[in-house]
C-alpha cells in the first residue's frame, strides 16, 4: 500500500487574520482575541450562534405573557418622556398596538434615541420582554420604521452570538456578529470547507454536507435546516473525537511492546486453591479472563475495570498481580489514600503470609529508615508487591522488573499519569485502573477511551439489598434508638458529616457538635466511639480507624476520608447527616461501606431545613436503587458533564455543541463507525477515507502555525 505523501501546508483563507474582514478594525481584532479568542476566519465560523430569533412574524401586544422570552412587535408611538435625574435618567415610550399597549424604556444613548423617535409615527421593535407591575415592558429593543417592506417580519432567522459586555461596549455585539459571519460567507466557498467526513458516512446517517451546515448553523433558511446543521457538527465532533481517541489506542498497541506472562505458576495456584477465602463470582472470573488474555498477547494492557462498591475488584487486582510474579514481574498496587493504603496491604499481606511473596506498604507516614530498606528491597526485586498511595509514581521508586500496576479507586487517572508508570521500565508495565463507582458509558467511551473496559456486574453471593432511607431532624431520637438496636446485635455504624472543604471552620464545628451530641446518645464506657477527619495527622486517622476495624469501637464518627474503599464487614448502618449536601456518586460510596458482610444493612439519609430540587431528585435516587451503574448516569445527567470529577482538566469533554448526555446515541453510533473504518483501514489510506486523513494532517499543521504565531 502505498502511503500518500504529507499534505503541505496551503494557506487556505480560513488562517486570514480576522483584520482582514471587512470592518474589523486592528482594535476590533484585538478586542476578538481577547475576548472570544477569534484569531482568524476559520476561528469566526467556529463562533456559533447560541441561538436564533424568529423574525418571520409580529406578535400582538395582547398575546404576550410572562413565558414569552424574545418578541417583535409592531404600532404606533403614542407617548414618550424623559424621567429621572442622574443614573437613574430614562427615556420611556409608550407603544400601541390594536391588541395593548407596551413600555420601552432606554438608559443609555437617551439623546440620540429621543431624536429618532416620533410620537404617531409606526414602528417595528423587537427585543427581550420583561414584565414590570404586570405590564409588558422592554429594555433597549432593536427598533426600525414600520414600513410596507417590514410590514410582516424579516425573511429569516436571526442569529444570536455569545458575546461579552467589553464586546458590547465596543459595538460588536450579536447583530455586529452575525453581519461579518454574513460577509465572510461572501468571500468563502464549499472548497474552503470541504467534506471531511467519508461519503459513506454521510450517506448512512444522512448527514447534511460540511459548508452548508455552517452556513445553516450561522444563517439558517429555516428552523429545521439549523437542526439538520446541528446535527451534523455535533456528529463531526463526536466523530472525529472518538477517531483520535482510537487512533491512540492503535498507535499504542503498534508502537509499544507489552510484557508477555504467559506463565500461571506455584503463587497464583498455591493462593487460589489454598489461600481464596471464597469462590470468585464469574464476573470476576470473566474479568481476569480479559486480564490474562491481555497479558499474553504481547501487547500492553491498559484496562480500565469498573465493578459496584463491594463488587470484589481488589481480588481481580490481588490475582493478577501473582500472575505477574509467577512470571518474575512486580508490581504496584496504588491507592488515593493512605487509609485504603494501609488497609490494602493489611488484606493483601494477610492473605499472602502462607506464600513466598514480598509485600510492603509506602506512603507518606512511612519513616525514612523504613523507607530505605524498601527502596533498597524494591530495587533489588526483593518485594513483588508494592502498596502505596498515588505518590509512588511520582517518587523516586525504582524497580528491578515492574510489569504490572493496579490503579484503585480512581477517576483522575489520565493519560499523562499513565504515561509517567511507562518510565518505571523499558517496556511499560500492563496497567489495570479500577474505578470507584461506575463511570456511565458515555463518559468512559470519551475520557477512557484509549483503554479496554471490563466490567464486574454482579456482587459476591448472600449480599442482601441495602435499605436506604430518608429522614429529618424530627426523627433523629428514633434513627439514634436504631442505631442501638444494631449495636446491640453487635454491629457497627457510621456517621458521616460533610465537610465541605477540610480548612472550613464551620463544617468542622459541625463535625464536633455532632460528636458531642452522638457521645450523648452514646456514653461510654456502654459505647465507645472513634472518629476521623482531615485535620488529624496520618497516624491519628490510622489508629481510629483501626479500632473500628478491629471492633474495638462500635461507632465511627467521620467526615468523608472513609468515603473510598474502606472495608468493615461488621457494619452495618451507614447515617449521613446533611446528606443533602454531598453529591450522587459521594452518597452512593458512603453507602457502600455497609452491606459488605451477611447481615442486613441500612443507610439513613439526614437532611436539614432546606433542601433544593436537585438535592431531592439525589435523595430520591439514593432511595429507589443502589444500582450504582444506574446512578452514575443519573448523576451524570444532573451535573452534566463538565462537574464530574476529574474529567474537567481532561478536554475531552470540550465539545462545542455536542452532549454526551442527550447526544448518547449519536455518540454511540460515531463509535461503531470509527471503528468500523479503523478496523478495515487503520492507517486511513483507502480512497473513501483520504478526506478523514487530509483533515487531520491540516489540523497539525494548523494547530503548530497557530503556535508559532
Ligand atoms: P470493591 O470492588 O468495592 O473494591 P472489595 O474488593 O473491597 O470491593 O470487596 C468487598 C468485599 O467483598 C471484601 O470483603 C471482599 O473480601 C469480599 N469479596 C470479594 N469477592 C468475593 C467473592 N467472590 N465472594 C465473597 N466475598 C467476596
Ligand atoms: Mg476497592
Sequence with gaps: MQKPSIISFQPNILSSPIEYLTGISSIRGELLRKELSIFTFKDLLDHFPIRHVDKTKVDSIASLTSATDYAQVAGKLIHK????????RRLVVQLKDQTGVIELVWFQGIQWVDKLLHEGHQYLIFGKLGFFMGKPQMAHPELEPYTAANASGKSHLEPIYPSTEKLKAKGLNGKVMAKFTQELFLKIG??????????????????????????????PSSDQQYQQAVRRLKFEELFLAQLSVQLIKINRQKTTRGLVFE????????????????????AQKNVLKDIRKDIGSGQQMNRLLQGDVGSGKTMVALLSMLIAADNGYQSVLMAPTEILAQQHFNTIAGLLKPLPVGVALLTGSTTAKERKIILQDCAEGRI?????????????VHFDKLGFAVVDEQHKFG???RAKLWKKSTIPPHVLVMTATPIPRTLALTVYGDLDFSVIDELPPGRQPITTVQRNEASRPQVMDFIKE????????????????ESSKLDYENLMKGFEEVKSFFPEPAYWISMVHGKQNAEQKETNMNRFVKGDTQILVGTTVIEVGVNVPNASVMVIESSEKFGLSQLHQLRGRVGRGADKSYCILLTGQKVSRDARERLKMMVSTNDGFKIAEKDLELRGPGEIEGTRQSGTLLFKLANIVEDKAMLEAARLSVEKILQQDPEL??????????????????????KIA
Design 486 to 501: 444494631q449495636l446491640q446485635l453487635g454491629r457497627q455504624a457510621y456517621i458521616v458529616y460533610p465537610l465541605i472543604e
Design 384 to 396: 513483588h508487591i508494592l502498596i502505596g498511595t498515588h505518590a509512588i509514581i511520582e517518587d523516586k
Design 81 to 88: 418622556q424623559i424621567l429621572g435625574e442622574k443614573r437613574n
Design 263 to 282: 506463565k500461571i505458576g506455584s503463587l497464583f495456584n498455591g493462593f487460589y486453591n489454598d489461600c481464596l477465602p471464597f469462590q470468585l463470582t464469574n
Design 190 to 219: 464549499e472548497k474552503n470547507l470541504p467534506e471531511n467526513l467519508p461519503e459513506s458516512i454521510v450517506k448512512e446517517y444522512k448527514l447534511m454536507r460540511r459548508f452548508e451546515a455552517y452556513r445553516q448553523i450561522h444563517l
Design 685 to 706: 489510506t483507502q480512497p473513501p477515507h483520504l478526506p478523514l486523513l487530509q483533515y487531520l494532517q491540516s489540523q497539525k499543521t494548523n494547530t503548530r502555525w497557530s
Design 415 to 417: 493519560v499523562a499519569q
